[in-house]
């Protein structure tokens, strides 16, 4: 009874398999395509008489021209569920569009912006204004440690 059973190994059977599927035969585990027929596509006489309870996935599959597409797109957003603000439009705002700056105001952003961006001379200024004055505390101190000078004694 083992030999009519024979068992083929996997590289004989994947082997054989392929070389049917070569052949034009289906492959194992698979339905041998059906004929179906061409689906019939949508045009823009069928974008009017869609409503928002319609399905437009007919007008986004594969073959629909995309003037067809885009029409009923267009058409499905338009409607007024659509239109409603939520609230979480936060950059719906024209910035372009803004109220001068009071010249009472002015000086305080002057000030604001020498703290944030110091400027290089500025800096040089500060920089060397500094040095002088360790310079002038170290002469101090070290004037100050000086031990005196002993007098001669007759």
């Known amino acids: 009874m ?3 059973l024979h068992k083929e190994n996997f590289v004989s059977r994947w082997s054989r398999i392929k070389r049917e599927i070569a052949g034009g035969a289906v492959p194992p585990g698979t339905v041998a ?3 179906a027929e061409a689906p019939v ?4 006489e069928a974008i009017a008489a869609q ?3 319609a399905d437009y996935t007919v007008f986004l599959q ?8 885009r029409a009923a797109v267009q ?3 338009s409607q007024p569920i659509f239109n409603v603000m939520d609230g979480l439009d936060v950059y719906i705002e024209d910035f372009n569009v803004y109220e001068p700056l009071l010249a009472s105001e002015l000086p305080g952003l002057a000030h604001a912006r020498s703290m944030l961006f110091p ?4 800096q040089a200024t500060v920089a060397a204004e500094a ?3 360790d310079v002038a505390d170290h002469a101090e101190t070290t004037e100050e440690v000086k031990p005196a000078e002993a007098e001669p004694t007759p």
Request: no cysteine; glycine share 10%.
């Open 119 to 122: 400027e290089p001379e500025a």
């Open 33 to 35: 395509p059906a004929a």
């Open 2 to 4: 083992s030999e009519t």
């Open 75 to 77: 058409q499905l957003f």
């Open 51 to 53: 409503g928002l309870e």
């Open 62 to 69: 594969a073959g629909v021209e995309s003037g067809v597409r």
């Open 131 to 133: 040095n002088q004055t």
């Open 41 to 44: 596509l949508p045009s823009l």
